[in-house]
């Protein structure tokens, strides 16, 4: 029963940023790193998260006071958890769907923590996973989808429309503060790669402070920084060029190692029933890094066709978001701008992989390149294509 | 709709919308009166939408008042149209000839549009920011459901785990909630394949285990009549069911009547289809050659031979002699002895198959009989009916246990007598011959123990029959190495696997019978699995990579007709290593289970 009060306790720390003030969550230049400071209110002491230091220092301490309710865990002496019961948050994502795919394909017993709404996420219980409704802004409606979890398998990144901060940051706080109380006994968290370097644009300083968090909660976990995924190239420049519609893509000279998802979410299995892997932090990186007109280039190459290419400079892009910070409504579009920042600096995203291999002992040919996985993709869906002209002139038939 | 009857029907139907228009945008019309009424059909056509709620009762009326032409001017009447109507429909019949030159000022009208051109302008806008502003952002995605359709549901390139001709496929699983068959609904369902679960009650419990677009068929294996629905439309099966307790009634209902009535049921359903194709399913075996009645034996003949001729020995020899008899016991048996050096005995018969069907489709024979332990030639003669003399001979050995026993002996095990002849082509099989030589006959442990003359045998036959070919498998059952089990009860657990397994092997469906060790629960494809045959094995294996291979063993042909044991790899202790044994890591990448499986022997 002990387990059971502190689940309240923790029920009503993670209740309070609800009631507070929301006009006092204004947004500026600073404004996110304010929210931090109102986030405090989250845990039940005022020490946890203190700003200290200035300019370039990393001003953020983050701790955890989930360290605290160690003692309410392992009370219930109930069940015993079972080692193949995951959580996944995040599991209509991108990411997300490809590792519960993975996880029900190795025998786990998958649940995904999904936020309610009027079209229910069907293709993940198609697929056998269990879903549960819940929302990370809400933290009250967390705990009960932790029970007989072993591990939390988060994937989880806020829409590009809502704030960056309610999903991203305080709902995160709170599923790891929660998990810590619950007894979890593993956490995995996808970050971004370099996110420690590039305290400017806001998702990633909330990637590191999470990071941070998560180190400093006393939970078992890993930390799996990523570059890029390359479903993401589908939609921003394979679709746009087989219709034939305009692309878009920046002169930015940032490279980029673009990562199967699929790839990514096997590698993460492997690392997660590894035991020395604990508490490390992994990055996990494509085998080649591709600037944007690379891409557009291999894209045309493999569909055939010419692509419109609009290509916008990135001085462009940063004085939009120079524009748009001006003012508090245009805020949200600043903060997801931010990432041009980044573009504009002439940096490599991605790391040797040689040492993150061996330590999985996965073979490195086993890892799809760019190339390969564009080439599949146009193979595939150009033959779709065809078999659709096909039947089409077949209906033309009539009796 | 509305677009082409307004087009196509003068007068009163115009009118009708010209009122329905007034309503939604009176100062429009009052403005727009003075040109022309085909303004307002284009209007409507194309332009806005309108709200199905006026448009549905419209249409609606329209048949019945088109016909009545005359009731044209009593129309408006009726329905009290105001001034400005009224003005339309005097201008329509006015102008009905001047419609071409009215298009034109219509269509620019149409395209001074504010509410469109507002809103193409802001698709327009929206468009090319979610472009301009994606570029500024790290790499997220914000997908559509459709996109998720071609990328995922339908076998597109993000489905890794798609097979080929997974989607005409149904597989029934049997035991669907226990624990190694709910990974294999998952795996199934991720593959694609069309997916049907016996359970035994549909409890929200139960329902909720399974994945959505399964489909549930309340059913008991253990009572053939609940199956016949389960198995309808199904093309493979997969039983990992097994029996809840050790307790005899249960494992007797479960896994060895179980797996019984369901491949009946199956062979029942296939025989149904093929009878509405009015043909014989290619599922179902072909007799031979049934013992049943004394006439039975009729055209069965005995012969004696010997392989050389030793004109001193066979002088000393106390020849040979055999008989094949109809017994009071209602058995045929075929008994003798052979003491020639290099003598043998031959039950032979020519075959006469039922008009229609040759041994071409057909992959192999099972005998079933008891031969007490010796060892038996199978020779078929084939070559043209119309001219003996052409016929080959291809023989194959099998050896026989104690008591009954069925013994499959697939075509491809005929080796030619002369080395020169090509392989068998058992489309061209005319002759059946069982032949007895003392030759290679190993003594077993029976009764008799040692002291057995190897020169005298006794057979009992009971049928004859021709197994069907196929590529696949049909039938996947997941039965037990008997390692892990209580000792108390293991005997009876494997006696009721082992009659399961049987009634599998004797149903004439390709089978394939996997033996796992103790299952444990953990994630699958992180150790390699060793594929034995012989019952050696002592590791534990994860439910998970059970399941995979399952799944993997649907479509592959060389895990058809096999039974096999498998378990975690392990360095066995000096002395008792076993050579044959293979591992294997299995991954979904790699396919594991074709080069695992094809060492191991057939038809066991």
Redesign the interface.
């Known amino acids: 029963m002990a387990s059971s009060t502190s689940t309240l306790k923790l029920n009503l720390h993670l209740q309070q940023p609800n009631n507070r003030n929301p006009s006092s969550a204004q947004y500026s230049n600073l404004s996110w790193r304010r929210t931090l400071a109102i986030s405090s209110l989250l845990c039940s002491t005022p020490s946890l998260i203190t700003s200290k230091g200035d300019g370039k220092d990393r001003n953020l301490v983050v701790k955890c006071n989930a360290a605290a309710t160690t003692a309410a865990v392992n009370l219930a002496p109930g069940t015993p958890v079972?080692?193949?019961s995951i959580l996944v948050v995040g599991a209509t994502g991108?990411l997300g769907?490809?590792i519960v795919?993975r996880a029900?394909?190795?025998?786990?017993d998958v649940r995904c923590l999904v936020r309610p709404r009027p079209?229910p996420a069907?293709?993940l219980?198609?697929?056998?996973a269990?879903v549960v409704n819940a929302d990370l802004s809400r933290p009250e409606t967390i705990p009960a989808t932790l029970v007989g979890i072993h591990t939390v398998i988060d994937c989880a990144?806020g829409?590009?429309e809502e704030p960056i901060k309610t999903v991203d940051w305080e709902g995160k706080v709170a599923l790891i503060q929660c998990a810590k109380a619950m007894g979890v006994q593993k956490y995995v968290f996808f970050s971004?790669h370099n996110c420690d370097k590039h305290p400017e644009?806001p998702?990633?300083e909330i990637k590191y402070c999470t990071e941070k968090f998560l180190n400093d909660s006393g939970l078992n976990h890993i930390t799996i920084r990523l570059c890029?995924?390359m479903?993401?190239?589908?939609?921003?420049y394979a679709?746009p060029i087989l219709e034939e519609k305009?692309v878009?893509?920046?002169d930015a000279p940032t490279r980029?190692a673009y990562m199967d998802t699929?790839d990514i979410a096997?590698l993460t299995?492997i690392a997660l029933?590894n035991e020395n892997i604990n508490r490390k932090l992994l990055t996990f990186a494509g085998p080649r890094a591709w600037t944007t007109q690379e891409v557009i280039t291999l894209c045309e190459r493999l569909a055939g066709q010419d692509a419109n290419v609009?290509t916008?400079p990135v001085s462009i892009?940063r004085f939009?978001?120079q524009l748009t910070r001006l003012f508090e409504w245009t805020s949200d579009?600043a903060d997801?701008?931010?990432?041009?920042e980044v573009?504009s600096s002439d940096i490599v995203f991605s790391v040797p992989m040689t040492e993150t291999y061996s330590l999985l002992g996965v073979d490195s040919k086993?890892v799809v390149s760019l190339e390969k996985?564009l080439q599949?993709?146009f193979t595939?869906?150009l033959k779709?294509l065809k078999d659709l002209k096909a039947q089409s002139k077949q209906t033309d038939i009539f009796f | 709709m509305s677009g082409a009857s307004a087009a196509l029907i003068p007068a009163t139907t115009t009118v009708r919308f010209s009122k329905k228009l007034e309503y939604h945008h009176p100062k429009w019309l009052s403005k727009v009166n003075d040109y022309s009424v085909s303004y307002h059909r284009i209007y409507c056509s194309s332009s806005i939408p309108s709200p199905p709620t006026s448009s549905s009762p419209n249409s609606g009326k329209d048949p019945k008042k088109n016909p009545t032409k005359k009731k044209k001017k009593d129309d408006p009447k009726e329905t009290s149209v105001d001034s400005a109507s009224q003005m339309v429909q005097q201008k329509e019949e006015d102008q009905e000839l001047e419609l071409a030159s009215s298009v034109s000022v219509m269509k620019r009208l149409d395209e001074v549009n504010p509410v469109g051109l507002g809103r193409r302008s802001r698709q327009i806008f929206d468009e090319v920011w979610r472009k301009f502003s994606g570029l500024g952002q790290i790499s997220r995605t914000t997908r559509s459901d459709d996109e998720t359709d071609i990328l995922i549901r339908d076998g597109g390139p993000m489905c890794e785990f798609a097979i080929p001709g997974a989607q005409n496929t149904v597989v029934l699983v049997v035991g669907a909630t226990s624990r190694v068959g709910r990974i294999v609904v998952r795996k199934l369902m991720l593959r694609g394949y069309s997916v049907k679960a016996l359970v035994r009650k549909a409890d929200e419990g139960i329902v909720d285990l399974l994945p959505t677009s399964v489909e549930i068929v309340i059913g008991d294996v253990g009572d053939p009549e609940t199956l016949k629905d389960a198995v309808e439309g199904c093309n493979k099966i997969i039983y990992c069911a097994t029996a809840r307790s050790t307790i005899t009634g249960d494992l007797f209902r479960v896994d060895h009547m179980g797996v019984y009535n369901i491949t009946k049921a199956f062979q029942d359903y296939n025989n149904k289809l093929a009878q509405l194709r009015a043909g014989k399913s290619s599922k179902s075996k072909l007799l031979i050659a049934k013992f049943k009645t004394e006439d039975s034996l009729h055209g069965w003949e005995v012969r004696q031979g010997t392989y050389f001729q030793d004109v001193v020995a066979a002088k000393y020899d106390g020849g040979m002699d055999a008989k094949f008899e109809f017994t009071e016991s209602g058995e045929a048996v075929f008994s003798g002895f052979v003491f020639t050096r290099g003598g043998y005995v031959d039950l032979t018969k020519k075959l006469s198959l039922p008009l229609g069907s040759t041994l071409d489709r057909y992959e192999g024979l099972v005998f079933s009989l008891g031969g007490n332990g010796r060892s038996y030639v199978v020779i078929l003669e084939a070559g043209p009916t119309g001219d003996m003399t052409q016929s080959k001979m291809y023989f194959s050995r099998i050896s026989t246990k104690a008591g009954f026993c069925r013994v499959r002996v697939p075509f491809s095990s005929f080796r030619p007598v002369k080395p020169d002849d090509p392989p068998l082509d058992p489309f061209l099989v005319h002759t059946l011959t069982i032949r007895f030589e003392p030759r290679r006959q190993r003594s077993f442990e029976g009764v008799n123990g040692p002291n057995q003359d190897l020169r005298s045998f006794q057979l009992i036959l009971e049928y004859v029959k021709a197994l069907p070919t196929g590529q696949e498998t049909d039938f996947i059952l997941v039965s037990c190495t008997g390692s892990g089990i209580e000792p108390s009860r293991r005997d009876q657990v494997l006696k009721a696997k082992k009659a399961g397994e049987d009634s599998l092997r004797r149903s004439g469906l390709g089978y394939t019978i996997i033996r796992p060790g103790p299952l444990v629960e953990e994630p699958g494809g992180q150790r390699a699995l060793i594929f034995d045959q012989g019952n050696r094995i002592s590791q534990g294996i994860s439910c998970a990579d059970v399941a995979d291979i399952c799944v993997k063993a649907l479509h592959d042909s060389t895990a058809r007709n096999k039974s096999f044991d498998v378990c975690y790899e392990y360095v066995a202790e000096p002395g008792k290593e076993l050579y044959e044994l293979v591992a294997h890591l299995p991954d979904k990448a790699n396919n594991y289970l074709t080069p695992a499986l094809s060492v191991l022997e057939k038809n066991t």
């Open positions: 079972r080692p193949t991108t769907r490809q795919r029900l394909d190795e025998g786990y079209a069907d293709f219980r198609d697929w056998g269990t990144t829409r590009p971004i644009v998702l990633m890029g995924f479903q993401g190239l589908i939609g921003q679709v305009s878009w893509g920046t980029i699929q096997r299995f029933r609009t916008v892009l939009t978001r579009v997801r701008l931010a990432f041009s573009l086993d996985y599949d993709y595939n869906i779709k």
